[in-house]
Structures are given as structure tokens and as C-alpha cells.
């Protein structure tokens, strides 16, 4: 086997070693995956699972806790709680803040899903996709599959791994919320989604609906037409339901009135507490990457208390939205647009309300030519620039060569009401394209356990 496993941790290591000499190389595909969840991520699964300190994913949690509760508290740190001063600092078109601003709530719902590189000091925040329409809740069927394979099962008994299942971990705070709200233990979670997305996602919504129906929960699917009020209860199909996941944002909303005036029936619901949504359309104020230029750029104007500083210099890579003027970068003051033609392959660009990875220009992997056109195209204020991160390495081994490539691995790590919600990893080949975007033939995923590393030290 080519490759240095000896760079990994204790774990990683061993897990190397009974490769070699055994069967647990094969484990990933010997374990009994659902049917829904082979049909969505089969052909993209890594051939094992990373593995964490449990010490070091607490910090994680900690530290994202931490950075949603400054998150969501800027546009009143900074703008004295006027979302349209907010809402101008990070591109967002005015009409779609007077739309967002009837659901600001000082204490939005702490849930999303926080995708993460790891280098050699830590984590570094990519984006933090803040909204119950985050992919990846289903993928924790992969951990569990896994855990039935009697190889890795030992191998996990020998190391005390542990994982926390994303879907129970959901299913018990959706039982929380609804006996709180008087509807009993046991509710109905519906998808609703719009303008046929719920078609798109069909794979992931049919592999949500088995791993919850398989932990005791109905989950229906469907989309805004759909919902209608009726004796006090919210219905969708003609069925009640307790909770809804919005997979509809405001720009659906924006750009059609007439399902505007038909989710009316959810938001005087969820107003009324007689529906519970799970995340409401503020939330697009914080999932918008505008907010990390606006924190990493307030971290050197004074903002911020110590703690808070630290926070964000572990946390956060140096970011700005683009725009004109100056900024200060490394101590100094420079002009944002000269110091981002001039520094191409230490950048990247990305759109501030864009996901999956679309339009995202890495400046390392275009010509000074094409980077230079590139930002005379980002229209200020909807694009922020960021500086590279440089991912740590992970060995992956081929079962049929036995044969180790090097992956650069982004993790996806839950944040929820209760903390840590669990987590799962995207990988690309280091030397391929670095951008992680929706659609890449080359991705592949896998999921992640934690080890008690004064355990394996010892």
C-alpha cells in the first residue's frame, strides 16, 4: 500500500494496519445500507470512515456554538438592529429584507450545518449554512450500516468509537418541541418545499422518509400548494402535520406572489403555534456568506470582546465582502480590489447567497487574465472574498488495489438546540479541482466517528 499512514492519528493508523491483514477494508461495502440510501450515495461513498478526537469535536461544537450566537446577534452589534443596514451589507435586495424582517426573532432556532476544512491548526469555516434544507441529515444511516459489519464493529469496540445518529438526534428534539407546544410525543414532520424542488430531491427526501419512519416518525413530503388550514390544524394532503422543514427560501417566495399569498397559511400557523416551523425564512439572513466578510472584518475594527476575537481568529478565515474602498489585511490598510488582483492564488470568491459549491472561483485554478475579468464581473456587495484554506490530507485506501490516494476532506458537522447533531465528510482528490461543488463526479463522502483519545493515548 503506497501512501504514509503514519501521519494519521492513533486510530487511523490502526485501522491501516487491520486493513492489511484482514477483512475490515471491505466493511464500507458489506454493510447492509437501506435501499434509499444505496439508491442516493452508492456510487459516492470513500472506502472508510475518518476518525476525531471526541475532545476536539467538543471544541468544534463549542466554537460554532459560539459563532451562531455572533452571527445572529450582528445585525444588532453592528447596525444597531436595523436589518436593512444588514441587509444592504451583504447584498440583500431591500424588498427581500422588508420580507425577512417579519420573522426576525432575537433567538432563531440554533440548527444548520456547518461545512469546515481542517488544516493544521484546527477547523476553518467555509460556510455556515444556517436553514432546515441542509443536506446530509440522512447520511448517518451510513454510520449506523456501518456499525452492523462485525469487522468494523469490533474494530469500533476495540477503540470505543461512538457517533452521534443525525436522525434520532432530529427525532427526539422534534418530540421535545412538539410536547412542548401541547401536540404529545409523538408528530408528523413534513418536507414542504416549492416550485418542484421536492421532485429534484427526490432520492434525499425518500431517504429522510425511511431513516424517520424507521425511528417511529412520519415525515410527509410536499409543497406549498399543498397546505391548507383547516379546524384549527395544519394539513398537506389533507393530512395534519406538527413541524414543517422549509425547503423553500424567499427568493421562491419573491419571485412568485401567488405562493407568497399561499404560505400565508404557514406563517400565520407557525405565528399562532399551531404548526411549528423548524427554521424560519430569517434564517437566510445568516446562512448569506456576506456575514462572514462582515465578522471578519469587524474582528479588526474593535466589535468584538477578547473571547470573541479569539473565537473568530481560530474559527474564520480572513474574509470581506467585495467591494470598493479599503480594508485592513495583515495590519495593514490596503485597497480591497488591488490586494485581491494582486494576491489570485491566496483568494477565492464566492457568491454570497449561492450553495453546493456553484460559482465558486478558486484563484489558484484560473490565469491572472481570467481571475482579473472575474472580479470586474462580481458585482460589489453580492460576492465576498476569502482566503485560501489548505485542508489537511487524509489517506484512502482501494479495496481492490489496496492501493492509498490522497483526499482533501470538507466536513459537514451539525449544530442543533442540543449541541452536536453529528456529522459526515465530502472528499476530492488532492489532485484534482479543489472546489467541492454540487454535481462533481469526483466527490465522494463517508461519515465520521470519534474516539476518547485519552483512552487510546493511554
Given at each position: 500500500?503506497s501512501?504514509?499512514p503514519?501521519?494519521?492519528d ?5 485501522y ?5 491483514t484482514?477483512?475490515?477494508a471491505e466493511?464500507?461495502w ?37 459563532y ?7 445585525p444588532?452589534?453592528l ?8 441587509g ?12 425577512l424582517?417579519?420573522?426576525h426573532?432575537t ?11 481542517r ?8 460556510e455556515f449554512n444556517?436553514?432546515s ?6 447520511y ?9 459489519v462485525?469487522v468494523f464493529?469490533?474494530?469500533a469496540?476495540?477503540f ?11 427525532a427526539?428534539l422534534?418530540?421535545?418541541a ?6 404529545g ?10 416550485n418542484g ?13 425511511e ?13 406549498i400548494?399543498?397546505v391548507r388550514?383547516?379546524?384549527g390544524?395544519?394539513e ?6 406538527d413541524i414543517?422543514?422549509r425547503f423553500f ?17 404557514l406563517?400565520?400557523a ?6 411549528l416551523?423548524w ?14 466578510g462582515?465578522?471578519?472584518?469587524a474582528?479588526?475594527e ?6 470573541e476575537?479569539a473565537?473568530?481568529?481560530r ?8 467591494g470598493r474602498?479599503t ?6 490598510e ?23 459549491g456553484?460559482?465558486?472561483i478558486a484563484g ?20 465576498i ?6 485542508p ?5 485506501v482501494?479495496?481492490?488495489t ?7 476532506s470538507t466536513?459537514?458537522?451539525f449544530?442543533t ?6 456529522s459526515m465528510?465530502?472528499g476530492?482528490p488532492?489532485?484534482?479541482p479543489?472546489?467541492?461543488?454540487f ?7 463517508t ?5 476518547p483519545?485519552a483512552?487510546?493515548?493511554?
Amino acid at each position: 500500500m503506497s501512501g504514509d499512514p503514519s501521519t494519521g492519528d492513533a486510530v487511523t493508523r490502526a485501522y491501516f494496519e487491520a486493513c492489511e491483514t484482514g477483512d475490515l477494508a471491505e466493511a464500507v461495502w458489506k454493510a447492509p445500507f437501506p435501499r434509499s440510501f444505496r439508491d442516493l450515495w452508492w456510487d459516492r461513498l470513500l472506502a472508510r470512515p475518518l476518525f476525531i478526537p471526541e475532545a476536539e469535536m467538543n471544541r468544534l461544537v463549542d466554537d460554532l456554538g459560539a459563532y451562531f450566537d455572533l452571527l445572529v446577534d450582528l445585525p444588532e452589534r453592528l447596525f444597531g438592529g436595523d436589518l436593512h443596514q444588514y441587509g444592504e451589507a451583504v447584498g440583500m435586495a431591500r424588498p427581500r429584507v422588508e420580507l425577512l424582517s417579519r420573522f426576525h426573532s432575537t433567538s432563531p432556532t440554533r440548527f444548520g450545518r456547518a461545512d469546515l476544512y481542517r488544516d493544521g491548526d484546527g477547523f476553518k469555516l467555509l460556510e455556515f449554512n444556517v436553514a432546515s434544507d441542509v443536506g446530509g441529515i440522512e447520511y448517518s444511516e451510513f454510520n449506523r450500516s456501518l456499525m452492523e459489519v462485525p469487522v468494523f464493529e469490533d474494530f469500533a469496540a476495540g477503540f470505543g468509537l461512538s457517533h452521534v445518529h443525525t436522525g434520532k438526534h432530529l427525532a427526539s428534539l422534534w418530540r421535545e418541541a412538539a410536547a412542548r407546544a401541547g401536540r404529545g410525543t409523538e408528530p408528523t414532520v413534513a418536507v414542504i418545499g416549492a416550485n418542484g424542488n421536492t421532485r429534484t430531491l427526490e432520492k434525499l427526501l425518500v431517504a429522510m422518509q425511511e431513516m424517520m419512519a424507521r425511528l417511529g416518525v412520519p415525515m410527509r413530503v410536499g409543497e406549498i400548494p399543498q397546505v391548507r388550514s383547516r379546524g384549527g390544524r395544519v394539513e398537506l394532503n389533507g393530512e395534519p402535520i406538527d413541524i414543517v422543514l422549509r425547503f423553500f427560501t424567499v427568493d421562491d417566495l419573491w419571485d412568485d406572489p401567488e405562493l407568497l399569498s399561499r404560505a400565508e397559511v404557514l406563517f400565520h400557523a407557525h405565528e399562532e403555534d399551531r404548526v411549528l416551523l423548524w427554521t424560519t425564512l430569517d434564517s437566510s439572513l445568516y446562512s448569506n456568506k456576506g456575514a462572514m466578510g462582515l465578522i471578519s472584518r469587524a474582528r479588526s475594527e474593535g466589535a468584538f470582546s477578547d473571547r470573541e476575537l479569539a473565537l473568530v481568529d481560530r474559527l474564520l478565515p480572513w474574509s470581506r465582502v467585495l467591494g470598493r474602498g479599503t480594508t485592513r489585511c495583515d495590519g495593514e490598510e490596503v485597497d480591497l480590489f488591488e490586494y485581491c488582483r494582486a494576491n489570485r492564488a491566496d483568494l477565492v470568491l464566492k457568491p454570497n447567497q449561492g450553495f453546493g459549491g456553484q460559482d465558486v472561483i478558486a484563484g489558484w485554478e484560473v490565469s491572472d487574465r481570467e481571475w482579473r475579468e472575474r472580479l470586474a464581473r462580481c458585482r460589489e456587495q453580492d460576492w465576498i472574498v476569502q482566503r485560501r484554506v489548505v485542508p489537511r490530507e487524509d489517506d484512502i485506501v482501494d479495496v481492490g488495489t489496496r492501493e492509498s490516494r490522497r483526499w482533501a476532506s470538507t466536513w459537514g458537522v451539525f449544530l442543533t438546540p442540543a449541541g452536536y447533531g453529528g456529522s459526515m465528510v465530502r472528499g476530492l482528490p488532492v489532485d484534482g479541482p479543489t472546489v467541492l461543488y454540487f454535481g462533481n463526479r469526483d466527490a465522494r463522502s463517508t461519515g465520521v466517528f470519534t474516539y476518547p483519545e485519552a483512552e487510546i493515548c493511554a
